[in-house]
């Protein structure tokens, strides 16, 4: 999951009458933000890692070879020579009926197509609810993420009300998400408060997951994670089950910081370590072996 913050860089002085040139500032400036808001930070030997970082003959190369020495892969920096958000993701939520059983398609998607994803996702939910499913099918295969509140949206009706997951930061405190009055909710702050999901349903639900499963699908996964009636089937996930931050840079580039590890609803942490399966099974089989347990749930 990546949530955005605008950096406005400024060239300071040092204030002892000697200027710093624009590409120490630069540097500086990017490891300010590793250091303050990084996940690793309070292990790194952050005097040696400056003081290499400045002897290096490239800004960009320095702060990827910081980026290496804290051990996160979901930190990153990206350069671009038009700078800007990534590009949208119009993907949007797809499905059908399987016999008696409800197979639901999430996607990855990014935020500004969080609206019409969720749309999408409302009607096909409201059809394949119409054929009175005995099981449900989440399939979270390739989705790479993005922003997580459109997709925990769609599935809300299958999640029911209360915590679903949190974010854990590097001062041990955390924040809760969940489902409240059949709205997501991070924190505080409600997600698409206008759109009237389906109401809560109750019913097994398998989830499907491989290595493409990355980031906000982990989180997807992690709200099912712990449900009553809840099984995974399928291949270990990326392992990025963490919050990112990204700043903007002066010239472009984009530097995203993993600021909070993901838990599930029981408190249990993840990381940068792949999440596993509960039952295990090659990727293009994981369909059959959902359908064949929910089959035994009715």
Not at 46 to 60: I, V, Y
Not at 135 to 147: A, C, E, K, Q, T
Not at 242 to 262: C, K, Q, V, W
């Amino acid at each position: 999951m990546i949530r955005y913050v605008l950096l406005v860089l400024l060239l300071l002085s040092t204030g002892v009458g000697e200027p710093v040139s624009p590409a120490r500032s630069y540097l500086d400036t990017a490891l300010d933000l590793l250091q303050q808001h990084s996940m690793e930070s309070s292990a790194a030997d952050w005097p040696r890692l400056r003081a290499e970082a400045h002897r290096a003959g490239d800004a960009h190369d320095a702060i990827r070879w910081v980026i290496g020495e804290l051990g996160n892969p979901h930190t990153v920096l990206r350069t671009s020579p038009s700078g800007g958000p990534p590009p949208s993701i119009r993907e949007v939520p797809g499905g059908r009926m399987i016999g008696s059983t409800a197979y639901l398609k999430l996607p990855q998607t990014s935020s500004d197509n969080g609206e019409t994803y969720v749309e999408s996702g409302r009607y096909l939910l409201r059809d394949l609810l119409a054929a009175r499913p005995s099981g449900w099918v989440v399939d979270l295969r390739g989705n790479h993420g993005g922003d997580m509140h459109p997709m925990l949206t769609v599935v809300a009706p299958l999640l029911g009300e209360g915590k679903t997951g949190s974010f854990v930061h590097p001062d041990g405190t955390t924040t809760d998400w969940g489902i409240r009055d059949g709205h997501v909710h991070d924190g505080e702050r409600i997600w698409f408060p206008q759109v009237e999901m389906p109401p809560a349903v109750n019913g097994p639900v398998a989830v499907l997951i491989d290595g493409g499963t990355a980031s906000s699908g982990e989180a997807v996964l992690l709200a099912f994670t712990g449900a009553a009636r809840t099984r995974s089937f399928g291949e270990p996930t990326a392992g990025y089950a963490t919050s990112n931050e990204l700043f903007l840079l002066p010239d472009g580039a984009r530097l995203a910081i993993t600021t909070a590890y993901m838990a599930d609803r029981t408190g249990r942490t993840y990381g940068n370590t792949p999440i596993a399966p509960q039952t295990l099974v090659d990727s293009d089989e994981a369909l059959d072996a959902a359908i064949e347990w929910l089959a035994e749930q009715t």
